[in-house]
């Protein structure tokens, strides 16, 4: 196999658009999104990253610009080497990417779950539907609009919701949880303070 | 009707190549959500013709609980009891998964002692949860004796673990940058007496098994994943290297010290049910030697990171007498542990496969986005190809011989 400085520099040759992702521990790029699927199947062929490990994707904030990015992570079963390839998926209201159930049939369910709580749609899936939550979730839960808590919502079964006029709420939190906030800020803002402490148990929310 | 899949017999495949007026309805079965034979929440949506398996579905998302979700509202030793509730027949092992991934976006290493332990710890999850693996596999074929040997045994290693954490089965033993305790007095020692009474048993238990007639016949071909569908598929752990790819992440990208541990990783040749159970027995055994070695040439010292004073809590008498102690003490306990920004991916050879932690953060004490890698979940993705053209009953033989825990698939 080849060092995987290597990879990078080939890749680079190949997709102009690729570029060194800044990375804690293996070697990442970056990748336009019309490039992925062709830089993914390069990789593959070329270089024996055989195994996809994983596909997810990150939101980066509501108001975020790019605010979603798909990332592959791969793993060569003979150089024994992982890759992390990154793309910023173009439209933040709609995302989407193509998918890579052609070269990897592990793609399928990873790109349901990332659809199912990212929200991302994958272009050319086979079977895009949920597959952690229910179909018909009106919601991806990991964005980060979603609240910890949970969004009212009607029961998946339409007969059992209106025989008992049950649905499916928000967690009590009592007004936690209790956490600072992540990212670097100012001691004060990380001061730790419940998500939303305008209601709990005993006082309902106001609308 | 052609129909491209292997069937288990030529009379099977004959009835399904028949003419159309002879074909009959096909029929739509729901196996589980609760089936014995599903081992906690998974539901197949089968197709039936007569007792063919012609479409299998799985359904998941019964035991989903948002855990990476809650691991963004929290900070990262708060998430490690969470890890317990992933793989919830090797929590050990997840507990030093995740501090792992933490700790290389922290950039702390453990000293050797610490190293060990982790090791230690490990090996023993990975006996415990093969264990279950193995005796559920072998009650799903009909042999329920082994079942309740593998419990005797998980009982006596449960006892090491309470004694070890304080809790039978939720761990939660690892911190950031080390474990939560160093080992208790004697505790290596009656590891080692367990090793010992235990090789001769778990050699009694595969005895009851390998040559077994019922056993083979049950499992002997039976739901064969070649190794080109098992690396396309993600499968990774037993059941990639009982289609005989010799993939360990503990020899191939060793972490905790397992490079100065010898062992040997057992591969299958055919991929059917009966390798993957070869396979689990065999890494019993090397999961023994392993335990053995570790304890062996236990080093002395600290069993946390020398930087990991900003994570752990200082002592108690530190707290109430010195002003530094109290600041950090509070810092730690309300903000989290402070953590460089940054992006990490770590994987462990888990029980069950590879359980991959990926870190996105931000910088402070809260993860912005960890993503579960679980083992189950890309193992079971193979279930729709591999169940398809097989006996009814033997979807049974080749869901145990994947060996899967849905805590983990849902998360």
Known sequence: ?207 | MATEFAFPDNAAKTAANAPAEFQTEKMSLAMGPSHPSTHGVLRLQLELDGEIVTKCDPVLGYLHRGDEKIAENMTYNQFVPYTDRLDYLAPLANNVAYAIAVEKLAKLELPPRGQAIRVIISELARISSHLLGLGAFAMDTGAWTVFLYQFTEREKLYKLFEELTGARFTTSYTRIGGVARDLPEGWTGRVEAFCEQFLPILDEMLEMLTRNKIFMDRTVGVGVISREDAIGYGLTGPNLRGSGVPLDLRKDKPYSGYEQYDFDVPVGTKGDSYDRYLVRGEEMKQAVRIVRQAIAKLPGGEWYAKDAVRIFAPRKEKVLTSMEELINNFMIVTEGPQMPAGEVYFEAENPKGALGFYVVSKGGGVPWRLKIRSPSFCNLSILPKVCQGNLMSDVVAILGSLDFVMGECDR
């Open chain 1, 1 to 207: 196999m080849t060092a995987p400085v290597d990879v990078t520099a080939a890749l680079q040759a190949k997709f102009p658009s690729v570029t060194p992702r800044p990375s804690g521990d293996h070697v990442a790029v970056n990748v336009a999104a019309a490039d992925a699927v062709a830089a993914l199947k390069y990789l593959r062929d070329e270089f024996a990253y055989d195994l996809l490990v994983d596909v997810t994707a990150v939101d980066w904030a509501e108001n975020a610009s790019p605010r979603f990015t798909v990332v592959w992570h791969l793993l060569s079963t003979s150089g024994h080497t992982y890759l992390r390839v990154a793309a910023d998926c173009a439209n933040d209201a709609e995302p989407a990417m193509a998918t890579v159930t052609g070269l990897w049939p592990a793609a399928d369910w990873h790109e349901r779950e990332t659809y199912d709580l990212m929200g991302i749609t994958f272009t050319d899936h086979p079977d895009l539907r949920r597959i952690l939550m229910w179909d018909g979730y009106p919601y991806h839960p990991l964005r980060k609009d979603f609240p910890l808590a949970g969004i009212e919502t009607a029961l998946p079964d339409i007969e059992v919701a209106e025989e008992t006029g049950a649905a499916v709420l928000p967690a009590p939190m009592m007004g936690g949880p209790f956490v600072a906030s992540s990212g670097e800020m100012n001691l004060t803002e990380a001061e730790p303070r419940a998500k939303d402490e305008s209601w709990n148990e005993r006082s309902a929310k106001r609308e």
